[in-house]
């Protein structure tokens, strides 16, 4: 799409020549047109929707965000609802009603064919963010007894309704999951070949209880275009497409950013969220970490006599607790990153300790001796001051790194996102710890 091409239909429309729109339009991409459509006036919204050709509306309106939708569901008549709803793909259909206010979903529902509203109805069934949400039921199912041929005639006659037609999927008699088989190898077969001796029988599938992250990471093991979703009797109910799983990494990567930076995760973006939502997303993990802070004060206030007997302590806190924190932030997000991926999992909490605890041991050493050498520079002849902050520096970077990697674990393993355990909680946390190091190392040496 054409940057000043763009620039130019947005002209056309507040110039409300329609007539020209309507024949611009069907020149940009769907995701380009809903672009459009999101940033106009809400005056123009309908006008500019109802110019769309009518066979690419319905996946135009699959793009939209959720406010766009209902805004012209509320703006267009039963009849076009009806036509919306009955031209969307099962998936992308639950997932616009499942936004919607109850009234709204009822009246979409009103107008939508009877199988259309059966499928939409068992599709809203499945828990959120599981396989079954986001799965589509427009697959191509064959039989393993079928010929070759046979198996493309069925694709030519049913292709149009089907989300993908790349991968076919054979079940028996019971709908259950016999194996799968690509167009691209079915070409290579002879047409007078049965399905069953060309299909792969090792078939990659999930559960439509199973939660989307584990749909993505599979995709991402076997670089997949499609899985196949079977129920608790192993019947295929459904398909997940690759373009279902890239809104789900950016929806959970989106959600772990957001949790990592002590927020309340929101699906909405920034400058289309009010002022008050985005306040009350943030203020109530600022005001757990405001109030967990205090501990950090209390800690000074016992150690009150060692600073005023020796002032000069005061000056080295920030730097340890700064560096407490980095040491173990750095930890907790490659942790984090590692069980996003699947790459760490609660079995291997004692091999990320040891890793961990080796790292810290190489940092902590290597700063210790860093900060050992700037303070003799700083301060001659202070030589126990400066083993003294530099021995705290160095259990509090051993200390850090441990926990910062174990937290994210210990998360995990109380059914909590493992992103909670991010920098401002690790942070938080390893102050506390690190001032108590500080002083006890202070009092054993210094005092």
Same mark, same amino acid.
């Given at each position: 799409?054409?940057? *000043?091409?763009?620039?130019?239909?947005?002209?056309?429309?507040?110039? $409300?020549?329609? $007539?020209?729109?309507?024949?611009?339009?069907?020149?940009?991409?769907?995701?380009?047109?809903?672009?459009?459509?999101?940033?106009?006036?809400?005056e123009h919204v309908i006008l500019v929707f109802r110019s769309l050709p009518k066979d690419r509306a319905a996946e135009i309106f699959a793009?939209?965000?959720?406010?766009?939708?209902?805004?012209?569901?509320?703006?267009?008549?039963?009849?076009?609802?009806?036509?919306?709803?009955?031209?969307?793909?099962?998936?992308?259909?639950?997932?616009?009603?499942?936004? @919607? #206010?109850?009234?709204?979903? $009822?009246?979409?529902?009103?107008?939508?064919?009877?199988?259309?509203?059966?499928?939409?109805?068992?599709?809203?069934?499945?828990?959120?963010?599981?396989?079954?949400?986001?799965?589509?039921? &427009?697959?191509?199912?064959?039989?393993?007894?079928?010929?070759?041929?046979?198996?493309?005639?069925?694709?030519?006659? =049913?292709? /149009?309704?089907?989300?993908?037609?790349?991968?076919?999927?054979?079940?028996?008699?019971?709908?259950?999951?016999?194996?799968?088989?690509?167009?691209?190898?079915?070409?290579?077969?002879?047409? !007078?070949?049965?399905?069953?001796?060309?299909?792969?029988?090792?078939?990659?599938?999930?559960?439509?209880?199973?939660? *989307?992250? %584990?749909?993505?990471?599979?995709?991402?093991?076997?670089?997949?275009?499609? @899985? #196949?979703?079977?129920?608790?009797?192993?019947? /295929?109910?459904?398909? %997940?497409?690759?373009? !279902?799983?890239? &809104?789900?990494?950016?929806?959970?990567?989106?959600? !772990?950013?957001?949790?990592?930076?002590?927020?309340?995760?929101? &699906?909405? #973006?920034?400058?289309?969220?009010?002022?008050?939502?985005?306040?009350?997303?943030?203020?109530?993990?600022?005001?757990?970490?405001?109030?967990?802070?205090?501990?950090?004060?209390?800690?000074?206030? $016992?150690?009150?006599?060692?600073?005023?007997?020796?002032?000069?302590?005061?000056?080295?806190?920030?730097?340890?607790?700064?560096?407490?924190?980095?040491?173990?932030?750095?930890?907790? =997000? /490659? %942790?984090?990153?590692?069980?996003?991926?699947?790459?760490?999992?609660?079995?291997?909490?004692?091999?990320?300790?040891?890793? &961990?605890?080796?790292?810290?041991?190489?940092?902590?050493?290597?700063?210790?001796?860093?900060?050992?050498?700037?303070?003799?520079?700083?301060?001659?002849?202070?030589? /126990?001051?400066?083993?003294?902050?530099?021995?705290?520096?160095?259990?509090?970077?051993?200390?850090?790194?441990?926990?910062?990697?174990?937290?994210?674990?210990?998360?995990?393993?109380?059914?909590?996102?493992?992103?909670?355990?991010?920098?401002?909680?690790?942070? =938080?946390?390893? !102050?506390?710890?690190?001032?108590?190091?500080?002083?006890?190392?202070?009092?054993?040496?210094?005092?």
């Open positions: 799409m054409n940057i *000043q091409d763009f620039r130019d239909l947005e002209r056309l429309v507040e110039a $409300k020549d329609f $007539k020209t729109v309507k024949e611009e339009l069907p020149l940009f991409q769907d995701a380009d047109i809903a672009d459009l459509l999101d940033d106009l006036n809400r793009y939209l965000p959720g406010d766009k939708q209902e805004y012209i569901v509320g703006g267009i008549t039963d009849q076009e609802v009806g036509s919306i709803i009955d031209q969307l793909f099962v998936d992308d259909a639950a997932d616009f009603l499942e936004e @919607l #206010p109850a009234s709204v979903v $009822k009246r979409v529902l009103q107008h939508a064919s009877p199988e259309t509203r059966k499928l939409v109805n068992q599709f809203l069934k499945y828990p959120p963010e599981s396989a079954g949400s986001i799965m589509t039921a &427009e697959f191509v199912d064959l039989k393993k007894d079928m010929l070759v041929s046979e198996a493309f005639a069925r694709i030519r006659r =049913t292709a /149009l309704d089907k989300e993908t037609v790349y991968t076919c999927y054979v079940m028996d008699a019971n709908r259950r999951l016999e194996g799968v088989v690509t167009v691209k190898n079915l070409f290579l077969e002879k047409d !007078d070949a049965v399905i069953g001796d060309v299909m792969e029988k090792n078939v990659i599938f999930a559960h439509t209880i199973d939660d *989307q992250e %584990v749909v993505a990471q599979l995709f991402a093991r076997y670089d997949l275009l499609s @899985l #196949p979703i079977v129920d608790h009797e192993n019947r /295929l109910v459904g398909i %997940v497409t690759v373009d !279902d799983v890239v &809104e789900v990494i950016q929806q959970e990567a989106t959600e !772990d950013f957001q949790i990592m930076a002590a927020m309340a995760p929101s &699906e909405r #973006p920034y400058l289309k969220t009010s002022v008050f939502k985005l306040a009350k997303n943030r203020i109530m993990w600022l005001l757990i970490l405001m109030l967990s802070a205090m501990i950090t004060g209390s800690i000074l206030g $016992k150690y009150e006599a060692a600073i005023v007997s020796m002032p000069l302590l005061v000056t080295f806190i920030p730097m340890l607790t700064d560096t407490g924190g980095n040491a173990g932030s750095q930890s907790s =997000t /490659l %942790v984090i990153r590692g069980m996003a991926l699947g790459e760490v999992s609660l079995a291997d909490g004692g091999r990320v300790f040891l890793k &961990e605890l080796g790292v810290s041991g190489l940092v902590g050493a290597a700063l210790a001796v860093v900060n050992f050498v700037r303070l003799i520079l700083m301060y001659p002849g202070d030589y /126990l001051v400066a083993f003294s902050v530099s021995l705290a520096l160095f259990a509090t970077v051993l200390l850090a790194k441990t926990v910062g990697g174990l937290l994210p674990l210990v998360a995990k393993a109380m059914k909590q996102d493992p992103a909670i355990m991010a920098a401002p909680v690790i942070t =938080t946390i390893v !102050d506390a710890l690190s001032l108590i190091i500080y002083f006890k190392v202070v009092d054993a040496l210094l005092l």
